[in-house]
């Protein structure tokens, strides 16, 4: 179904006469990398010898992103010297070069932790609990100060592998124990570690659990996320999946204890939460190219392991369907056209109609924020605009329909347009490799990360028409982190409102002092808001971003 995103609030300015153009784009068959999707590579944190760390090579790094096109890297983080002791500050300080490494070479990581890699009656399979609790406080500054190049972290810990299964702890359900002789308690202490992990992340991070039923369980629902809590700071709507063993048998080897009723609601979970994995062995009646293809566009696959299973991935080059699943794995943005406008004077609105076709198995599942960008022919001075759609809500075919407020500052001229989506992390805002690149010819800037609408608007001066209502206002930081200040003439004589992109009213601490009003934004979560002006004769709202 087609989607229509409007500016919330906005006021629709009409002007008489307006000429517009409309833009045509032609699909690219090309095979690219984009952030947070395809196909990722393998790597653990294991030494050859009996202890010690393995560093990621960073030349091996870059060349995956140069030469195979791929943006992700799995990282093992194996704790299996540590089951009886803190985590020593040499490993901590291994894991930030680990990632460093990944940031130089313009990727992100899926990570886990564990603390065996086999298991049986002689081998040390996991730490207690408490053990556990103590090492996931003690990587929580690096996962914070780490989580621009973190895609997302799986549950872990847990279990030979971190699979949550063969386990020699009591306290989560014992060895070879199988789903359905878990107790209340056992799925309790489950909870506190994912909990902790959740805790342990910035809340624009999520955490993905092995086997559906686990979530169910342990968060006591078997109802599906709605659309309406997606993409909040609730646990539910931060806990996707993973599949350590996709298309492997008729029940993904226990990966599912019932596909009747764990079918639809991953289907539905997975619209709105990340989903990836690996395959674990050939089963021709599903690891078939058919089979798999619809089964990753059902479950909104996003990241899948190249390097495991060898003869499933072989089978997928051999039955022709390994570069479509390359390609669509994750996103895969297409223009196919838009409606824009000749030219628009200063006072006005400047009205975009972009339409968007996502042939790609899911949408991007963290955050990210999509951008006009406006770029001077003379000055080579670039001006951003901030949309309010929201491409984590980008299935199927999406069209954006905004008009847009001229920032400060631009001046008339002649102006190239372009769709930015960067990285909503500022370390990595300004860096093209982590912008989302659209499937089109003759679109892709890859020096600025910008995508050519193809056309040029010429901003004129005002045609003497005055908007008496609009305020001179200017809000401060941008993006706004702890606080948000107002400056503008007369502040203490109007009445402010705040609202988020739904339309709900957010209370906050504020105070006035002369043309400036401060507002305590800490208790806001990551994402677009709206501050509205009264004072009995005028009505004026603008929007402002708060990232912590």
């Not at 030979?160 to 309790?188: C, I, K, M, S, V």
């Not at 369907?321 to 409606?339: A, E, H, M, P, W």
């Not at 980008?394 to 347009?417: A, F, K, R």
């Amino acid at each position: 179904m087609r989607k229509v995103f409007t500016f919330l609030g906005a006021l629709l300015f009409i002007y008489g006469g307006a000429q517009t153009t409309t833009v045509t784009y032609t699909e690219s068959s090309a095979n690219f990398p984009n952030p947070e999707r395809g196909f990722y590579k393998y790597s653990d944190t294991q030494s050859s010898s009996t202890s010690g760390y393995n560093l990621l090579n960073q030349s091996s790094l870059t060349n995956y992103r140069t030469n195979q096109n791929i943006t992700l890297v799995f990282r093992y983080f194996y704790l299996n010297d540590f089951v009886n002791s803190a985590i020593p500050q040499s490993y901590l300080n291994n894991m930030q070069t680990d990632f460093n490494r990944i940031r130089n070479a313009g990727l992100k990581s899926v990570i886990r932790f564990a603390y065996s890699d086999d298991y049986g009656d002689d081998v040390v399979l996991d730490a207690t609990k408490t053990r556990m609790l103590e090492h996931i406080n003690q990587i929580k500054p690096i996962l914070i100060a780490n989580a621009d190049v973190i895609a997302v972290m799986q549950a872990g810990f847990i279990g030979a592998w971190g699979e949550w299964y063969y386990t020699d702890q009591a306290e989560f359900g014992g060895w070879g124990y199988n789903e359905t002789n878990l107790t209340p308690t056992n799925y309790a202490h489950r909870k506190n570690i994912t909990d902790a992990i959740l805790n342990a992340l910035p809340n624009t991070r999520a955490v993905q659990i092995r086997y559906p039923k686990m979530k169910q369980q342990m968060y006591n629902t078997t109802a599906p996320l709605p659309p309406s809590q997606a993409y909040t700071n609730s646990s539910l709507a931060r806990i996707g999946h993973h599949n350590d063993c996709f298309l492997s048998s008729n029940t993904d080897v226990g990966t599912y204890s019932n596909v009747n009723t764990e079918y639809p609601y991953l289907d539905q979970e997975t619209q709105f939460l990340p989903m990836g994995g690996e395959t674990c062995a050939v089963f021709e009646s599903r690891t078939n190219c058919t089979t798999a293809q619809f089964e990753m566009a059902k479950f909104h696959w996003s990241y899948l392991n190249l390097d495991y299973h060898p003869s499933v991935i072989n089978g997928w080059q051999t039955g022709d369907c390994y570069q479509d699943i390359q390609k669509n794995l994750g996103y895969r943005f297409v223009l196919t056209s838009s409606i824009l406008p000749q030219s628009v004077s200063l006072e006005n609105q400047l009205s975009v109609t972009i339409n968007i076709e996502n042939v790609g198995y899911a949408a991007p599942f963290n955050e990210r924020y999509a951008y006009i960008v406006l770029k001077n022919l003379a000055t080579d001075d670039v001006f951003s605009i901030l949309l309010d759609s929201d491409p984590r809500l980008w299935h199927d075919e999406v069209t954006i329909s905004e008009n847009l407020t001229l920032p400060d500052g631009i001046i008339p001229g002649n102006y190239d347009m372009y769709l930015h989506l960067p990285d909503a992390y500022e370390s990595l805002a300004n860096r093209p490799e982590y912008a989302i690149r659209f499937a089109n010819n003759n679109v892709w800037e890859s020096s600025t990360g910008y995508n050519r609408l193809n056309h040029k608007v010429e901003i004129t001066e005002t045609l003497g028409i005055a908007d008496n209502n609009r305020l001179k206002v200017i809000l401060h930081p941008v993006p706004a982190n702890n606080e948000l200040i107002v400056e503008m003439d007369a502040a203490t004589d109007y009445n402010f409102e705040i609202y988020n992109s739904l339309g709900q009213q957010m209370k906050l601490q504020s105070s006035k002092n002369g043309n400036k009003v401060s507002f305590d934004t800490q208790t806001l979560t990551n994402g677009v808001y709206f501050i509205q002006f009264e004072n009995g004769e005028t009505n004026d709202s603008r929007r402002f971003i708060v990232r912590h």
